[in-house]
């Protein structure tokens, strides 16, 4: 499947950001710790929602969906097995981990490999269990945790991880005593867990700081009704794409809040942003300016929009350095981007990019989600035709892409074949 993309486009208008991958995957996890039925609502039409379902599904659960609300029951769970099929078509299925530990004393994932953005091992994640008390194996391949019933500890994270803090979170849920998860990371997608934990019954507070505190409980009863925050880093892409096409438009359900660090920088670089309750009004018509960035973890520029970022600098002004901080690999976009005309090479952690006059359509290819989203932003300002190969890695993370740029005014197609 392929983007077609006839450019160069201005955007114009009103776009809806809908609910946080990256909030739900940990929710649809969380689920396998209540009983009875959970419904969680604003729960995007993606890929990777699909996968977290067929792992839900796999290991006993009913998963029904009407529009974007999401019905999980998991009174027939059977299964704590992830395989190495459902662990590969996406590595966030390792949040199971944590809640079928906690609520079945063992569970077993295959163990993730490397990925197209780094090496990303979940060595964090195992560290904290064994601190709960959880014996761990890896062998061929895959992970065994085991445990009569886990114990409050104090866990020191040697580096803020948004999945390490999510799984020790749920696995304290049903721990004895107190545990404190210190270093933790403090992403919005994090308190969204809390709340809907803390929904069911448990006893979690601290989400959002760097110090999170579990107390114990027997059990938890399925929320009815959940909504999950909307997509900080959709907004964000959308917001991009309208400061680097020209024009202007409004990304509607967004908590600007979240999205401060990117909004910092686009004003630095002569962006004009308007932000008003639930919406962000993006709008620029003379240069872009060229600025510096390290991605961080939360609340620093996220690395989740770093590739995004790097299209938008291949047309500004002067030279921008962008060092990624948060993966050792997150890079495959930069040749992708050259093939477009940008003067752009990354050097060790550090991307250097000086700005041209603009960007010319060329055949490439998406190496992954994010990287894909920075080729078709760079289509939709590019001049002539864009084909963007391989979008099935755009579908894990963007809801109906080409229909919400088109409504835009955007010529874009999707072709399948
Ligand atoms: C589903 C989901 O929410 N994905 C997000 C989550 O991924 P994810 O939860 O995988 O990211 P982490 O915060 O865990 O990873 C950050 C860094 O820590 C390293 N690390 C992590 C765990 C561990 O046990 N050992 C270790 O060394 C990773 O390799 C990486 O270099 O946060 C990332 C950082 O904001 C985002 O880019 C992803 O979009
Ligand atoms: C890296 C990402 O996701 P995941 O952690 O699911 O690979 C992302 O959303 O950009």
């Known amino acids: 499947m392929r983007f077609v993309i006839k450019g160069p486009n201005r955007l114009y208008g009103t776009i809806e950001t809908s609910g946080a991958k990256n ?14 039925q959970s419904i969680i609502e604003g729960v995007p039409q993606l890929k990777d929602v699909d996968v977290m379902c067929d792992v839900l599904s796999h290991l006993g659960a009913k998963t029904v969906r009407n529009g974007a609300t999401l019905t999980i029951d998991t009174a027939s769970l059977r299964l704590e097995e992830v395989s190495e099929e459902l662990m590969r078509r996406m590595r966030a299925s390792a949040l199971v981990l944590g809640p079928l530990l906690a609520r079945f004393g063992r569970a077993r994932i295959s163990q993730p490999g490397g990925c197209n953005i780094g090496s990303r091992p979940i060595d964090l994640h195992l560290k904290g269990l064994r601190a709960l008390g959880a014996e761990i194996k890896e062998r061929s391949g895959y992970i065994t945790a085991e445990v009569g019933r886990l114990k409050g500890a ?33 992403e919005p997608e994090i ?4 709340n809907f934990l803390n929904r069911a019954g448990a006893r979690i507070r601290g ?8 107390d114990g409980v027997k059990s938890l009863r399925a929320p009815q009704g959940h909504r999950v925050i909307p997509d900080r880093i959709e907004a964000g892409t959308h917001i991009i794409a309208a400061a680097l096409t020209g024009g202007e438009v409004v990304v509607k359900n967004v908590i600007p809040e979240h999205l401060e660090p990117l909004l910092a920088k686009l004003r630095e670089a002569g962006v004009d942003i308007q932000v008003e309750r639930d919406a962000v009004r993006v709008r620029r018509e003379g240069v872009l300016k060229a600025v510096d960035i390290r991605t961080m973890p939360y609340p620093g520029f996220p690395t989740d929009l770093q590739a995004q970022m790097c299209a938008l600098l291949a047309v ?19 040749p992708e981007l050259r093939r477009m005309g940008a003067d752009i090479y990354a050097e060790g952690r550090a991307i250097i990019i000086r700005g041209v006059e603009r960007l010319t359509g060329a055949r490439v290819e998406a190496p992954d989600l994010r990287a894909g989203a920075a080729l078709v932003l760079a289509g939709l300002a590019a001049e002539n035709t864009t084909v963007v190969d391989n979008v099935a890695h755009i579908d894990r993370g963007y809801e109906k892409i080409e229909e919400k740029y088109r409504s835009l005014g955007a010529a874009i197609e999707r072709l399948v074949s």
């Open 191 to 194: 308190v969204d867990l809390q």
């Open 316 to 334: 500004a002004r002067g030279t921008s350095v962008v060092t990624e901080t948060v993966f050792d690999n997150r890079f495959k976009h930069v």
């Open 207 to 214: 989400a959002g700081t760097s110090t999170i505190k579990v």
């Open 23 to 36: 909030a739900v995957l940990p929710i649809l996890a969380g689920t396998l710790l209540c009983d009875g």
């Open 154 to 186: 104090d866990i020191h994270l040697d580096i803020p991880s948004v999945g390490a803090t999510e799984n020790l979170m749920m696995a304290a849920v049903f721990a004895a005593g107190t545990t404190i998860i210190r270093n933790a990371a403090r």
